[in-house]
């Protein structure tokens, strides 16, 4: 009994911060709680909002797998074959493998920008070795391009003088 005494302060606490019970919640808690002997308020025992409320079929909550959503269950592992994958499928596992795939593909993500972090340090190093900057491959560019213009020039340059 020792261990449901903080339960019984935060349930204590809930009341004070506005929880208060509805006959909404009362009937909700009755469903899966089982009928209780407390008198009902607005709400009866035959009421509409109870019998909406009251059997399994109404809270299903599976739908029918896409192409995408049976190669995600096949790529996390949760089916080994897609025979094997049923006609109707829970949200939360359809959830949860979308949500398995997310991280994989997050893992793969920071893997290959580690790889190409490293990928381009090392052809720094290179090119620090052959001396090989910025500012002199620009200027080879730029020194390249001067030579094809006066070439392509030459010739018209050559005629009007």
């Known amino acids: 009994m020792a261990g449901y005494r903080p339960l019984a302060a935060v349930w204590g606490l809930r009341a004070l911060w506005g929880h208060h019970h509805t006959a909404e919640a009362e009937i909700l808690t009755e469903a899966r709680r089982g009928p209780s002997n407390k008198a009902k308020g607005p709400m009866t025992q035959g009421s509409a909002f109870q019998r909406a409320f009251s059997g399994r079929n109404n809270f299903?909550?599976?739908?029918r797998p896409t192409?995408?959503?049976?190669?995600?269950?096949?790529?996390?592992?949760r089916f080994k074959k897609e025979e094997d994958i049923p006609p109707l499928v829970s949200t939360q596992v359809l959830n949860s493998a979308q949500s398995q795939l997310r991280i994989r593909m997050c893992y793969i993500m920071m893997a290959l920008t580690l790889l190409g972090c490293v990928a381009m340090?090392?052809?720094?190093?290179?090119?620090?070795?052959?001396?090989?900057t910025l500012l002199k491959i620009n200027a080879e560019k730029k020194a390249k391009w001067r030579v094809e213009r006066q070439l392509e020039q030459g010739p018209a340059a050559r005629k009007t003088e």
Not at 60 to 63: I, K, L, V
Not at 121 to 132: F, L, P
Request: glycine share 8%; net charge positive.
């Open 121 to 132: 340090v090392i052809s720094g190093k290179q090119a620090a070795k052959r001396e090989d």
């Open 60 to 63: 299903r909550n599976e739908r």
């Open 67 to 77: 192409e995408l959503d049976k190669k995600i269950l096949l790529w996390t592992g």
